[in-house]
């Protein structure tokens, strides 16, 4: 009780931290400790490591964006550049397109004042073949040429089919109507006919070298003597000697060899002045060349040839051609033709403006 006693702290002393706690308890505590620390430790450095790691790979992602970035900007800078180059160049483009519209348009509108409609080309087509027509019909008196023009020239306006041109296509029919009314005339058919007498005058034989045929001799008989035969002979050179030729026609006029070439040459020449007057439709004066000469060959050449009878058949039916005795003009068509051309250009032609006076 003595030990204890004094073993016993007195009252209201305070008692040791460990007093009533055993050995082995406080090297566990101890331990727990030293290991919740190390693991904390660890697990800082871990963290430590970790937030180290991701430092690193947001440091390297922002220096990647912001390369990207970078990129994005020249590559946004380098594409605005484009566009405002672009946009320049289309600036020019629609200016120029602006100047060449306007250039088409101003031509556009110097084309259509200076260049003929469809109506005025086809009036002056017209135009030109009547005069062509009037020309055949005047100067060679070629009728088919001139129907067949008129009948090209109303053909042209059929196919426009304008109301304008009604007058023009009447006139143009009323002449159509008076060239066919004219009796056919085949100048062609004519010439070709002059040019075969033209070229049978050579051989044609003439009247002063017109001999009659000789009597037939007689032949004598087989069983006729011989001196018999003689004596016929004989007989028949004597009256050889001595010929009586009764004619029913006058005596041919001599003519000698230099005279019978130019009955010849005259002969041609009348033959060609007909061939110019069928040309130039002079009736009169065909008519009258050929009668003449058709005398001269009656008269010159022998009748009884039948060269000589073939070329007075050939100049009779020449003089028996009909011919019209005046030829109808176009007047009418051109004046149509020359008046719708005058309405066209007054209609066509700019507005006069007046001049400012000057202030």
């Known amino acids: 009780m003595t030990e204890l006693d004094d073993k016993t702290p007195p009252p209201g002393t305070p008692l040791p931290v460990h007093a009533g706690v055993p050995a082995v308890s406080r090297a566990t505590f101890f331990t727990v400790a030293l290991v919740i620390v190390a693991a904390g430790v660890v697990g800082w450095l871990q963290l430590?490591?970790?937030?180290?790691?991701?430092?690193?790979?947001?440091?390297?992602?922002l220096t990647a964006s912001e390369a990207a970035t970078a990129q994005l900007r020249e590559r946004e800078s380098a594409l605005?550049?484009?566009?405002?180059?672009?946009q320049a160049k289309l600036a020019l483009l629609e200016t120029r397109l602006a100047e060449s519209q306007s250039q088409q348009a101003a031509l556009e509108a110097l084309y259509r004042e200076m260049a003929p409609s469809?109506?005025?080309?086809?009036?002056?087509?017209?135009?030109?073949?009547?005069?062509?027509?009037?020309?055949?019909?005047?100067?060679?008196?070629n009728v088919g040429a001139a129907l067949a023009a008129l009948q090209l020239a109303d053909g042209k306006l059929a196919r426009i089919d304008r109301p304008p041109l009604n007058p023009l296509r009447r006139a143009i029919s009323r002449d159509v109507d008076r060239l066919r009314?004219?009796?056919?005339?085949d100048v062609t058919a004519i010439t070709v006919k002059l040019d075969q007498a033209i070229a049978q005058i050579d051989g044609l034989p003439l009247a002063?070298?017109?001999?009659?045929?000789?009597?037939?001799?007689?032949?004598?008989?087989?069983?006729?003597?011989?001196?018999?035969?003689?004596?016929?002979?004989?007989?028949?050179e004597l009256l050889s000697l001595v010929r009586l030729e009764i004619s029913d026609r006058p005596p041919a006029p001599l003519v000698s060899p230099e005279q019978a070439y130019f009955v010849r040459e005259n002969l041609r020449l009348r033959l060609l002045s007909a061939r110019n007057a069928i040309l130039g439709r002079q009736e009169a004066t065909y008519k009258?060349?050929?009668?003449?000469?058709?005398?001269?060959?009656?008269?010159?050449?022998?009748?009884?040839?039948?060269p000589v009878q073939a070329t007075l058949d050939l100049l009779a039916q020449l003089t028996s051609t009909p011919l019209p005795d005046d030829l109808p003009d176009l007047n009418a068509s051109l004046d149509?033709?020359?008046?719708?051309k005058a309405t066209q250009e007054r209609r066509t032609a700019p507005p006069v403006t007046p001049a400012r006076p000057n202030r």
């Open 288 to 306: 009258s060349d050929v009668k003449a000469a058709q005398a001269w060959v009656s008269k010159y050449f022998d009748t009884r040839t039948k």
């Open 181 to 185: 009314a004219l009796p056919f005339v």
């Open 118 to 141: 469809r109506d005025d080309l086809a009036l002056n087509e017209v135009e030109q073949i009547l005069l062509i027509a009037n020309q055949q019909l005047s100067l060679a008196g």
């Open 336 to 340: 149509a033709v020359r008046t719708l």
């Open 48 to 61: 430590r490591q970790e937030n180290a790691a991701l430092r690193e790979d947001a440091a390297r992602r």
């Open 80 to 86: 605005a550049g484009d566009l405002r180059e672009a």
């Open 208 to 236: 002063k070298d017109e001999r009659l045929p000789l009597p037939a001799a007689e032949t004598p008989a087989p069983n006729v003597p011989a001196w018999r035969r003689a004596l016929s002979n004989i007989a028949q």
